[in-house]
């Protein structure tokens, strides 16, 4: 495995990691699951600071609604994949921010 596989199948964890652990702390924090039925609250100050949670636990969502719908709704399993591939590409560009921002937070106290 070439390095620059082995760095964005890192990223790529990394991005599902922070989403995973954005949505949880949401659910324990609010105690209801966290959706992007927040977005759709109006000009409130809960919806403006929705937009940053959701958009890097937005992976975690959309696999999360994904996997339930094929569970209880039958949705079929190309649309699971495709929200698969979606979620992943998503994951890695959001982890690829969060690595970005630890490297500055790195340069600027070294």
Do not use: D, H, K
């Not at 696999?63 to 992943?88: D, Q, S, Y």
């Not at 998503?90 to 969060?98: I, L, Q, Y």
Request: hydrophobic letters at 60%; charged letters at 10%.
């Amino acid at each position: 495995m070439s390095f620059e596989s082995l760095q964005s199948l890192l990223v790529l964890l990394i991005g599902f990691a922070v989403a995973g652990s954005l949505a949880s702390g949401y659910q324990f924090v609010t105690e209801q699951p966290l959706s992007f039925r927040l977005l759709r609250q109006g000009a409130q100050a809960s919806a403006f600071l929705a937009i940053p949670v959701l958009t890097f636990a937005a992976p975690f969502v959309i696999m999360r609604n994904a996997l339930r719908g094929r569970r209880f709704e039958g949705r079929r399993v190309e649309l699971v994949m495709l929200a698969t591939v979606i979620a992943g590409f998503w994951s890695m560009m959001s982890g690829t921010v969060v690595v970005m921002a630890f490297n500055s937070v790195a340069l600027l106290f070294a």
